[in-house]
Structures are given as C-alpha cells and as structure tokens.
C-alpha cells in the first residue's frame, strides 16, 4: 500500500516504497533524527536518513540518488531497530543503491571502495568489522579528514564497543554457498 497524491512529486515517493519491502512504512516517518544519531557513518553522510526521507518525500530524485548515505550505510541496523516507526531504513538504503545505480547517478569515486570493503568483510567474516572498515578504507581515502573521530573510535575501542579483531560466525561455509549463488544469479 503506497501514498498516492496523485501530484508529480509523489511518483518518486511511489516508486521508493514499491521497490522497497516494507516501504509503505516511510510515509509515517516523524522526523525524529533517531536513525541519523544512531548511524555510525552518519558524520561521512552528505545527508542523513532522515533528510534523504523529506527529499523522497519531495520528489528530488536526482539530488538522492546522487547522495552518498546509502553507499556509507554499512548494514549494521542501528537505525532500524532504535526507529519509533520500525521503517525499514537499512533496506530503502539498498533500494536507493540499486536505482542509483540503474540511473547511473552515484559518485563513483568513493562509492566502490567503500562498498568493496565492506562486502569483502562480510564475505570473509559474516559480518562487517567496524575497525577493520576503518583502517581499510578511512585510511585510504582521505585519512585528515578522519582525525577528528579518532577519540571517538578510541572511546568505542576502550568501552568493548569496537573489537580490534573480527569474529567469524558460525555457518560462514553456509553463507559464502548463498552469496556465491546470489552473485551467479545477478551475472556478478
């Protein structure tokens, strides 16, 4: 079930919450700021989930499509189990990757990296690897510019909150057997 205004900036809106399972949810969005503050990328973000909603919301499918969040949105569900609305954001972040993508409007300067990392440590691990993201890919992309969240992710380290060391999961053989397929699915 989507919202239908039947005005021009609402096809965008529309197509957003069709292509996305439990999209429909994006339209009870309060405007909290809880999915942006929960974010652990959201200082690399040039908008925040919940200005990237308002943007849908307006029909300005170029400026989101072209927005870097959801390449920086590394999966870790932060925002979506914290969000007073239970809004699928990680997955209207796949949503916006898979249309940039087809519209051919991401950067790809940074975008690919970024991706890389992460999926390289999904698939090695079965899970994303905050500090390794870090020093794999922050390190390498404009390292000054990352000087002022060292205390942070110092902070992170010495509260248990950040492993220095990535921990494999359990059945990494079953998830490497499904990514193998999804990928030969997709022609990757």
């Given at each position: 079930?989507?919202?239908?205004?039947?005005?021009?900036?609402?096809?965008f809106?529309?197509?957003?919450?069709?292509?996305?399972?439990?999209?429909?949810?994006?339209?009870?969005?309060?405007?909290?700021?809880?999915?942006?503050?929960?974010?652990?990328?959201?200082?690399?973000m040039?908008?925040?989930?919940?200005?990237?909603?308002q943007?849908?919301?307006?029909?300005?499918?170029?400026?989101?499509?072209?927005?870097?969040?959801?390449?920086?949105?590394?999966?870790?569900?932060?925002?979506?189990?914290?969000?007073?609305?239970?809004?699928?954001?990680?997955?209207l972040?796949?949503?916006?990757?898979?249309m940039?993508?087809?519209?051919?409007?991401?950067?790809?300067?940074?975008?690919?990296?970024?991706?890389?990392?992460?999926?390289?440590?999904?698939?090695?691990?079965?899970?994303?690897?905050?500090?390794?993201?870090?020093?794999?890919?922050?390190?390498?992309?404009?390292?000054?510019?990352?000087?002022?969240?060292?205390?942070?992710?110092?902070?992170?380290?010495?509260?248990?909150?950040?492993?220095?060391?990535?921990?494999?999961?359990?059945?990494?053989?079953?998830?490497?057997?499904?990514?193998?397929?999804?990928?030969?699915?997709?022609g990757?």
């Amino acid at each position: 079930m989507s919202r239908s205004l039947g005005n021009k900036d609402d096809a965008f809106l529309n197509e957003v919450i069709e292509a996305t399972p439990g999209g429909e949810a994006l339209v009870t969005c309060l405007q909290c700021g809880t999915c942006g503050g929960s974010c652990p990328s959201g200082p690399d973000m040039d908008h925040t989930p919940r200005q990237l909603f308002q943007m849908i919301n307006a029909g300005m499918r170029q400026e989101v499509l072209q927005s870097n969040a959801p390449w920086y949105c590394v999966t870790c569900y932060y925002c979506m189990t914290r969000c007073p609305k239970q809004i699928p954001i990680t997955d209207l972040m796949y949503t916006l990757k898979r249309m940039a993508v087809r519209a051919k409007l991401y950067d790809d300067s940074d975008a690919p990296d970024w991706s890389s990392s992460f999926i390289g440590f999904v698939e090695s691990y079965g899970r994303s690897f905050e500090f390794g993201l870090a020093t794999r890919y922050h390190l390498t992309h404009s390292p000054l510019r990352k000087v002022g969240v060292g205390p942070m992710g110092l902070e992170m380290i010495v509260k248990d909150r950040m492993p220095l060391r990535p921990e494999r999961i359990k059945g990494i053989d079953q998830l490497r057997t499904i990514l193998d397929t999804a990928k030969s699915l997709e022609g990757v």
